[in-house]
Antibody, heavy 127, light 110 residues
Framework: EVQLVESGGGLVQPGGSLRLSCAASGFTFSSYWMSWVRQAPGKGLEWVANIKQDGSEEHYVDSVKGRFTISRDNAKNSLYLQMNSLRAEDTAVYYC????????????????????WGQGTLVTVSS | QSALTQPASVSGSPGQSITISCTGTNSDVGGYNYVSWYQQHPGKAPKLMIYDVSNRPSGVSNRFSGSKSGNTASLTISGLQAEDEADYYCSSYTSSSTLVFGGGTKLTVL
């Protein structure tokens, strides 16, 4: 059974840092792109970042570029999100998700759907 | 990238069919067959219901179906059941190689 379990959320002051973790099990972690998706309280979903299977490629939504870093440790079956210079608008539940995509003979997009999600971890940025 | 446009709410009675629309642009929904739909119950993680416009993952009821015409994608739920009451989100790949979600639709089963 695929399981994704996030941890590391909490209350942090504006300008502070936080590191989220996601422990994966039930599948070959090193074979999949992984992603972070967030949801502000009472709001919709927002894709945050993607990382390739071997960690050689990362992509971010514009609003977190330069502040957040996605990484992974395939030996530990773990995904991470280092969040620096946090702002009030970063307050959200952060979900770890397995990214999927369909590649044709001519096109191979970045992952564009998520087939498994964790339960989420709440990050609150407030003074 | 602006969020895709979904109706804030839809409702239907048990046994009926409902359709949720998701409108984007030529740069996302209209440009790719990379539209997905997610169901989210209160306090729970999203669940993938449809991918690649109309494909259902294993285990998802065939009461759920997806389609697309131009810049608008649609999710149809037939034979509504009480357990279908949830929030539904669409998403699409974009020409910027990013992913955009819709604002979400609250489905109420009357």
């Amino acid at each position: 059974e695929v399981q994704l379990v996030e941890s590391g959320g909490g209350l942090v002051q504006p300008g502070g840092s936080l590191r989220l973790s996601c422990a994966a099990s039930g599948f070959t972690f090193s074979s999949y792109w992984m992603s972070w998706v967030r949801q502000a309280p009472g709001k919709g979903l927002e894709w945050v970042a993607n990382i390739k299977q071997d960690g050689s490629e990362e992509h971010y939504v514009d609003s977190v570029k330069g502040r957040f870093t996605i990484s992974r440790d395939n030996a530990k079956n773990s995904l991470y999100l280092q969040m620096n210079s946090l702002r009030a608008e970063d307050t959200a539940v952060y979900y770890c998700a397995r990214g999927r995509r369909y590649c044709s003979s001519t096109t191979c997009p970045l992952p564009y759907y998520f087939d498994y999600w964790g339960q989420g971890t709440l990050v609150t940025v407030s003074s | 990238q602006s969020a895709l446009t979904q109706p804030a709410s839809v409702s239907g009675s048990p046994g009926q069919s409902i359709t949720i629309s998701c409108t984007g642009t030529n740069s996302d929904v209209g440009g790719y067959n990379y539209v997905s739909w997610y169901q989210q119950h209160p306090g729970k993680a999203p669940k993938l219901m449809i991918y690649d416009v109309s494909n259902r993952p294993s285990g998802v009821s065939n009461r759920f179906s997806g389609s697309k015409s131009g810049n608008t994608a649609s999710l149809t739920i037939s034979g509504l059941q009480a357990e279908d009451e949830a929030d539904y989100y669409c998403s699409s790949y974009t020409s910027s190689s990013t992913l955009v979600f819709g604002g979400g639709t609250k489905l109420t089963v009357l």
